[in-house]
């Protein structure tokens, strides 16, 4: 079965940056188009970034300008660099592979990204 697997995740001070990544155990995703999400306590998940085909990007208002989404060449792993981090930022990120209502994997670990002084 797939894993996503998110890493990159820390402490960090408000305007710092770090480099989240999401790969899968058995498979490539490169034949999906993907995303990422954070879910902050006592909130709902929600979407930050999307790369649904080659060359195409969308962000949620609250981090257009900051973070970037990407792939890498081989298309083996998504990332999303984060950068003038806040405090409202602090959230476990997750990526998926929306399809839809519902998703293509099973939520992974995620991933912890706490900002804070």
């Known amino acids: 079965q797939v894993q996503l697997v998110e890493s990159g995740g820390g402490l960090v001070q408000p305007g710092g940056s770090l480099r989240l990544s999401c790969a899968a155990s058995?498979?490539?995703?490169?034949?999906?188009?993907m995303a990422w999400y954070r879910q902050a306590p006592g909130k709902q998940r929600e979407l930050v970034a999307r790369?649904?085909?080659?060359?195409?990007?969308d962000y949620a208002d609250s981090v257009k300008g900051r973070f970037t989404i990407w792939r890498d060449n081989t298309e083996h792993t998504v990332y999303l660099e984060m950068n003038s981090l806040k405090p409202e930022d602090t959230a476990v990120y997750y990526c998926?592979?929306?399809?839809?209502?519902?998703?293509?994997?099973?939520w992974g670990q995620g991933t912890q990204v706490t900002v804070s002084s």
């Open positions: 790369i649904p085909s080659p060359g195409y990007t």
């Open positions: 998926n592979a929306p399809r839809g209502a519902n998703y293509v994997f099973n």
């Open positions: 058995g498979s490539s995703l490169s034949q999906y188009a």
